[in-house]
């Protein structure tokens, strides 16, 4: 049976900020036949309209026949919107939707950071979920996914949206969307813990692969990195602590590894907006350690010099060639 034979079984998909991680994941649901919008940038939609969008894996490249457009307009027949900007653009992206979701829509937040699903949520009157993700991927073009490492997902319902009407039913149902298009995506019951996790891990390998220009694999060869690393993790492991989220610490220095081999030649997304002069996310990562570690009494040395380090880097060079 061809893969879109059933496509009208398939909810509606809408992908809105559709870069490496929302590329990624609508073009893995739209490979398996769902009918899915990517919302992008002007470069990415003419590219996706001319040439289809491309993933490129280690072992093959596929191209994606896929609708896309540059409007927040284009959300306006989806069932499920993915919402995959940049953490510091959540709350005007979220306000951008809202005049054109469906009553039933649900969101879906794709986003670094602990605290995008509630932004969101803050914005629209529609069930936001949140979704922890762990992909390896960068933009290798205007239209062209580079895929370098793993691909799941984790899914939730946030606190902020705990009270919505069959809320746990509904992630489920996202969740298995996820899953028949093979992109593996349990539901976490505390989700909170889990995207503190990937907070985590962020703030391990993000900063330093930015500021080292190192691929997470050479980081975790060095042992002096791999030193600073693990302070980092029992850092913000801390601060998560106090902030009422427990996680274990060998647990999350295990994960770490693990986390390291298995997408060793990822470049962190830190360390991409850097080189290609676009602004950063870290305020969102070891930058929001650091801002809570001081709300709450805290200290956090290595969070915020790597946050202030990134800071000044993102800012540009002095130095003429």
């Known amino acids: 049976m061809p893969a879109n034979a059933n496509r009208s079984s398939w909810p509606r998909i809408a992908v809105f900020g559709a870069g490496a991680v929302g590329g990624y994941y609508g073009g893995m649901l739209a490979l398996a036949g769902a009918p899915v919008t990517l919302i992008g940038r002007a470069q990415h939609v003419a590219a996706i309209e001319r040439d289809g969008l491309v993933i490129e894996r280690a072992e093959r490249r596929e191209v994606i026949a896929v609708r896309a457009s540059t409007q927040p307009e284009a959300v306006a027949d989806a069932d499920v919107v993915l919402l995959c900007v940049k953490s510091p653009d959540t ?27 509630a932004w969101a949520a803050t914005e629209v009157d529609q069930l936001v979920l949140a979704a922890v993700v762990w992909v390896g991927a960068y933009m ?3 239209g062209v996914v580079r895929h370098t490492g793993r691909g799941d997902l984790d899914l939730g319902v946030p606190r ?19 899953e028949r298009a093979g992109v593996k995506c349990p539901v976490s019951a505390d989700i909170e813990a889990a995207l503190w996790s990937k907070l985590t891990i962020n703030c391990a390998f993000n900063a330093i692969s930015a500021l080292g220009r190192a691929r997470y694999g050479r980081m975790a060869a060095t042992p002096l990195v791999r030193d600073l690393m693990e302070d980092l993790v029992h850092e913000t492991l801390a601060v998560a602590r106090a902030d009422g989220v427990h996680l274990d610490d060998a647990a999350m220095i295990a994960t770490t ?12 997304s830190t360390a991409q907006d850097v080189l290609r002069g676009k602004p950063t996310e870290i305020d969102m990562l070891n930058g929001y350690v650091a801002e809570r570690a001081q709300a709450l009494g805290l200290a956090a040395p290595l969070s915020r010099t790597l946050h202030a380090l990134v800071k000044l880097r993102e800012a540009g060079d002095d130095l003429v060639a």
């Open 91 to 117: 709350r005007a992206a979220a306000a951008s939707l809202r005049p054109h979701l469906q009553r039933d829509a649900i969101v879906v937040s794709l986003q670094n950071g602990v605290e995008n699903a």
């Open 140 to 142: 290798a073009g205007p």
């Open 257 to 268: 590894w693990h986390v390291a081999k298995q997408m060793a030649a990822q470049y962190s």
């Open 160 to 178: 902020a949206c705990a009270a919505y009407p069959e809320a746990a039913a509904r992630a489920q149902a996202v969740a298995t969307m996820f």
